[in-house]
Structure formats: C-alpha cells, structure tokens
C-alpha cells in the first residue's frame, strides 16, 4: 500500500490526465465531481487537480441543508439522511449552471464555525462566496456526484481511502464530541450513498489516496 504522501500525487495526477483527453474533445466548461466518504482526502486532491488545471472549485459543503436540525437528522433514515444532506437544487442554480453558461457565480455559505443557532438549525455566512467561470470547475466534496447533477457533470471520480486513514485524517483536523456524533449520524447515511446510490462501479475514475 502507498503512503498518503504519495498516493495522493498519483490519484491527482491520473485525475489531471482524464481532465486532459477531456478538454480536447471540447470547448464548453468541463465539469470534474470530486466525490467521497469524509476524511478520504477529496480536498486535497481538489487543491491539486485545480492548480494544475488552473479550475475553480466549489465545495459541495456550502450547500449542506442547513435548515434540517441536528434532533432532526437523528430522526431519519440513513438513506432519507443522504438524499437530504446536499441542498443539490441551490448548488445547481446558483454555483453549476452559471459557472458552466460561463458566468461568476455567488452564494452564501453554509455556516460551519458559527455553529448552531438557537432554533437548531444552521446558519450561511453573511459574505458572499464568489467564483469567476473557468476552462474547468472541481465540484468537491460529499454527495457531489448524486444523481440530480448528472447532467451537468462531465468526470464523476470516487476519492476513497479505507476507514482507519478517513477516521484518522478526521480525527486530526477535529473535536472529539464533535466526531462522535458526527460518526453516529453520517456513517450510515454514506455507506448508504456509495453502496445504493453511487457504488464504486457508478465513478468514471476510482482513486486512493492511502
């Protein structure tokens, strides 16, 4: 097995190779859906694939539904849980189908460090997240690859990793009360997604970056 260190340059550099035989057969906007499980390194390898391609990425994660409360999310299915967590309908109106017509595009963020407000739900940042159109756009991040979009998405790559390097990538970067809930309520809901919705065979690419 690779280290991170290097897998990581690899499963870019196999991305980066795709994006390229891509954008020869084309000359509208080329649509790259870097999807996932948490911690397997998907922002990562954004970073690199967008560097290398001069892309715009756009997080899936800023479009996480924010008005669904925590007791909320508890309470439903892991499959009803994965077909809710992306807010798709905004993404696509407001950052996809702009970017790719060739024109900024803006939204407001999903509100992580704000946390949750009174009424349980979330909050979007009060600025406005803005992204000028580009040869290539890299949707990154969770859910990016669902159904609903697959119109618009031009290379669907599954970025995996096996759970003890996500869980310790996730244990690095965050809280410990905040894992432990977010494992007991996202676990489920994104094997659900990658066996049911979007299995491995569904992704034009599969890379590892462990």
């Known amino acids: 097995m690779h280290s991170p260190s290097t897998a990581t340059p690899e499963a870019a550099e196999t991305i980066i190779a795709a994006a390229r035989r891509l954008l020869t057969q084309r000359t509208s906007p080329l649509l790259i859906a870097l999807d996932g499980p948490s911690g397997s390194g998907k922002s990562t390898l954004a970073g690199m694939v967008a560097e290398a391609l001069d892309a715009t990425i756009v997080p899936s994660d800023d479009f996480f539904a924010a008005e669904i409360t925590d007791a ?41 460090e704000a946390g949750v407000r009174a009424d349980g739900t979330y909050g979007m940042r009060a600025a406005l997240t803005k992204r000028h159109p580009a040869a290539v756009i890299v949707l990154d991040g969770a ?65 590892s970056t462990a």
Request: net charge negative.
């Open 72 to 112: 909320e999310w508890d309470m439903r299915s892991p499959r009803d849980r994965a077909a809710t967590a992306l807010d798709w309908r905004r993404l696509r109106g407001e950052a996809l189908e702009p970017l790719l017509a060739g024109r900024s595009a803006q939204w407001h963020a999903f509100d992580f």
């Open 143 to 207: 859910y990016s690859a669902r159904p609903e979009l697959a119109d618009l998405i031009d290379l669907t790559v599954l970025v995996d990793a096996p759970l003890q390097f996500r869980h310790a990538r996730l244990a690095a970067r965050e809280a410990a009360c905040f894992l432990e809930a977010w494992h007991r309520r996202w676990d489920d809901a994104e094997a659900h997604y990658f066996t049911h919705v979007r299995p491995p065979s569904s992704f034009d690419l599969v890379v």
